[in-house]
Each structure stands twice: as structure tokens, then as C-alpha cells.
């Protein structure tokens, strides 16, 4: 059994989750478009975190040279209503090798006045979106979690309801995918009360 | 669409080193028939630039257009009739939409649409699938899809 196996094994057994041969959820967001398809494999389902039932799993594939993600699914099917997209994703963080295309969909930067949030992540939306709606979203006590407490490599996309959580470590522990877990509970929870507000 | 940051540096890139193809090998003195070969390379690097710029500007007037549409036009809905796509554009499909529009004002008619989108969007629009839609007051035709 390889090191990501065990890891993934022992999450199963810490946190009751189920494991699956493997899981592809189809080309849902970005980070799954760019995997072409790879679906996640080792894969649990379950509980990621309170009241959020999803999937965790390994996202592994060759855009030129090897990618490997630790990625959280789940569903906030209400989301779609307010923002069909938002995407918050660690600066600098690649995702592919073999991209050389000057124009791509157009999208809007979400400007926040947290240096914190702007120094780690890039958030960005579909445009024609209802800006209030978003800053609500990206409360101070959202902007103040995300600088500060999920790991180091989190990033997560919101697109048409699938959120998708991920870090970007090739060798993951129990103990990290666990805080990938709790991580995308949390977005996928506070998107969630949003929708709800 | 919109230009990003490998687009600007294509730009950069084909109209500074085109410029340069096409002027530095007369003034340091290259021989006649290998200065036109470069010059000739670095002409049509520099249209190749002028190109990219010209598509640039267009797509920020259109998008700032569309963000006036967005923010006058009446709000409605469009419900996709039907949803194909047989090309793509920097691995993003094109999209051929035929819609029902359906506008306080306007009343209901029924359009097609060709849309550029990633992949996760395109995968999305099913017959049935209802999205608002923003139209501009005094031009029924000019509408923004919001995907």
C-alpha cells in the first residue's frame, strides 16, 4: 500500500468515511477541466465536516509534467442563483504546463479590502453578478478564516453549485486531508448560510 | 473574452522582437538579402501584434458595453431550447444556444446565441436550463447572457 493510500485508509477509519474504487465527477470546475477527465483516485465518500456530505479524493494528472491535488467535492446547489462562479485560488499556484493562450472567459477580480485575503489568494467571479450579494459573502469573519486558518495550499472553486477544495501536496498525512475536509465544510457551510440569508 | 497575462506578454513579445527583426539588422549593418529576411519576419511579427492588440480592444469595448447592458437593460430570463457545439477556441467549446427570451416589456421570443465558454460552463447548458438574461431597453437583440 503507497504512503497515499495509507493516509487516505486512515482518514477512512478516523472519520467513518467510505472508500471507493475511485470517483469521477466529470468536468465540474476548472481544476477538474484541467485533469481532462482523471477522476479521483484513492477516493472516500462521506462526511467532510458537519451537516457536509461529499467526496475526498487524489486528483492526479500529466498536463506536461505531473500534477497532484488533494481535492474535497461537495454541492451547494443554491449557490447557482447568486454567483455560478467564484473561485478563490492560492496566488501562484499552477495548474497546468502546457498553456500558452493570451484570451480566456471573461471574469472579474473581486476586489476585498483584506490585505491578507489579497496577498494569498485571487478571487475572481462570473461578471454580471450582484456585488452585494458577494461582499456578504466574503464577510470579514470569511476573509479573516481564510487568511489565517485553512492550510497553507487551500484554494477552492465554487462553479454552478460543485465546490471543490483542494491543496496542492503530493504526500498528504491523515491530518491534512482531514484539514481539506474541514476547510471545504467550512466554505461549503458559510456559502451555504448565505444562500440562505 | 479577455486578454490575460500570456496575451500581454504575446503582445509584447511579437511587436518588440518584431520591431526589432525589422530595424536592428539595417542599423548595424547586416547584409542587404538577410536584413529584408529578417525584416520581413519582424513586419509580420509586429501585424501578428497589431492583430492580438486590435482583437484586445474590441473585447473590452464589448465587455464594457455589456456591463452597461447589465446594469440599464431590463432584466428577464432565457430558457435554453437547444445547446450544440462543433468548434472550440483555446480549448473552450463554442457554444450555439438557442434561447426563449423572456422579457418584462418585450415579451417572448426565441434567439440563438454563439458563446465562447470553459468547458464547466458549457457542460452545464441543457435544454430546459433557465438563466436571467439583461436586456438593452431600446434594442431587444442586444442582450447579455449570464453564465
Not at chain 1, 30 to 58: I, N
Request: overall charge negative; some cysteine.
Amino acid at each position: 500500500m503507497s504512503a497515499v493510500d495509507s493516509a487516505y485508509a486512515e482518514l477512512a477509519a478516523n472519520r467513518g468515511l467510505e472508500q471507493l474504487p475511485g470517483f469521477n465527477p466529470g468536468q465540474l470546475t476548472p481544476l477538474l477541466v484541467e485533469a481532462k477527465g482523471a477522476g479521483l483516485q484513492p477516493a472516500l465518500r462521506g462526511a467532510l465536516g458537519e451537516g457536509v456530505d461529499g467526496v475526498v479524493g487524489q486528483l492526479a494528472y500529466q498536463r506536461n509534467k505531473k500534477f497532484r491535488f488533494q481535492a474535497a467535492l461537495t454541492e451547494v446547489p443554491a449557490a447557482t442563483a447568486f454567483a455560478p462562479r467564484v473561485f478563490c485560488i492560492r496566488r501562484g499556484r499552477h495548474t497546468r504546463d502546457d498553456e500558452f493562450y493570451g484570451f480566456e472567459a471573461r471574469h472579474s477580480k473581486l476586489w476585498t479590502e483584506s490585505t491578507a485575503l489579497n496577498e494569498r489568494y485571487e478571487v475572481s467571479t462570473s461578471p454580471f453578478q450582484d456585488p452585494n450579494w458577494l461582499r456578504q459573502l466574503f464577510s470579514p469573519s470569511l476573509v479573516d478564516w481564510l487568511g489565517t486558518k485553512p492550510p497553507a495550499d487551500f484554494s477552492f472553486e465554487l462553479a454552478y453549485g460543485a465546490l471543490l477544495g483542494s491543496i496542492e501536496s503530493d504526500d498528504p498525512d491523515a491530518v491534512s486531508l482531514a484539514a481539506l475536509c474541514d476547510a471545504t465544510a467550512h466554505v461549503a457551510t458559510r456559502i451555504r448560510e448565505e444562500c440562505e440569508e | 473574452m479577455q486578454l490575460n497575462k500570456t496575451g500581454i506578454g504575446l503582445i509584447a513579445f511579437f511587436g518588440l522582437a518584431g520591431a526589432a527583426f525589422a530595424v536592428v539588422p539595417f542599423l548595424i549593418g547586416v547584409p542587404g538579402e538577410v536584413a529584408a529576411i529578417f525584416a520581413s519576419v519582424g513586419v509580420i511579427w509586429v501585424i501578428v501584434a497589431a492583430g492580438l492588440y486590435w482583437y484586445a480592444r474590441r473585447q473590452q469595448r464589448k465587455a464594457a458595453h455589456q456591463d452597461w447592458v447589465f446594469q440599464q437593460g431590463l432584466r428577464g430570463t432565457a430558457t435554453v431550447l437547444r445547446a450544440s457545439s462543433h468548434a472550440e477556441v483555446n480549448e473552450m467549446p463554442l457554444m450555439s444556444l438557442r434561447l426563449e427570451l423572456e422579457v418584462p416589456g418585450f415579451g417572448t421570443s426565441e434567439v440563438k446565441r454563439r458563446e465562447i465558454m470553459p468547458v464547466f460552463a458549457a457542460s452545464r447548458m441543457q435544454p430546459g436550463l433557465v438563466l436571467p438574461v439583461y436586456v438593452n431597453p431600446k434594442d431587444a437583440d442586444d442582450f447579455v447572457l449570464v453564465w
